[in-house]
């Protein structure tokens, strides 16, 4: 199959984006909303009736934007059929969006409590580069907004550049950070890190870890021995297993939280790099396909550029 972009406007969707949350997220995502932001109007601008010819441009789109497969022609098979009764581009980005809409799971009324265990231990996993680090030294960012207390265990002995960079995040959060030398057992760091948590009074341990190891067999025998030496220092932690995906890989984000959540249990997904990609579709896509919250959204490199996942601003955002 032929896989094209629709025609751009000459206008960039991301000019009146406004500085709220969903500018935020308009501005993060305008990749993916070059895709798909008022094509669809474009289209009928041009008075063309909704037939199979845009149908299928539409569903096009939807692809390129990283939906999936399945999944887009599962909204796309609900919108053909819908469709009969509409006459405007308004109603058939309605009901698009609210065929969107329905691969996301509920979302909780209200937001879950913070820190009613002390500390509450996150251990942040995933693939080399995704952006564990970053994501990590953001959430510390943002919890201390809140007026928590963070420390961050730098897990990630690896590499020495590794440890540099976490404490350069440490730095910019203004949090503690408990470090071994590089080529540490991890573990270890992981164990000095919620002693320290719990003899500071910490409200939030943030453990940074390796994404690559010599082999991914290794990778995975050293996440489950960090999660398990946790585990004898503070029965019940880690508290959550956050895995970072990377939104530029697409449909590879996917397999690669499936492998994670076989060997450590995944409890929440953050996905990064909305800004830098075409594929946002891939958000909804992990949120159609897996059990797994996504929780996080990164958009930008920035210590403030993290958002709590909300499907229907996302939604808004892309199409609006
Ligand atoms: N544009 C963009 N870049 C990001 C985002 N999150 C992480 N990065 C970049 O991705 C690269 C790898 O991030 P890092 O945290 O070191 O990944 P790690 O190996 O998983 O720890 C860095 O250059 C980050 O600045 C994001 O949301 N948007
Ligand atoms: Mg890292």
Redesign the pocket.
Known sequence: MEIRLFKKKGETPNKETGNGILGRFKQGLSRTRDILFTDIDDLFSKKRVIDDTLLEEIEESLIMADLGVDLCLKVMENVSRKSKKLSTANELKDLLKAEIQALFPGEPSAPEPTAVVKPRVIMVVGV?GTG??TTLGKLAMKFTNEGQKVLIAAA?TFRAA?IE??SEWARRANVGIVKHRDGADPAAVAFDGVEAAIARGIDVLLI?T??RLHTQKNLMEELKKIKRTIAKRLPGAPHEVLMVLDATTGQNAISQAKLFNEAVGVTALALTKLDGTAKGGIAVSISGTMEIPLKYIGLGEGINDLQEFNSQLFINALFD
Do not use: H, L, R
Request: proline residues 0%.
């Open positions: 080399n564990k680090t990630d590794a960079q976490v940074d390796a994404g």
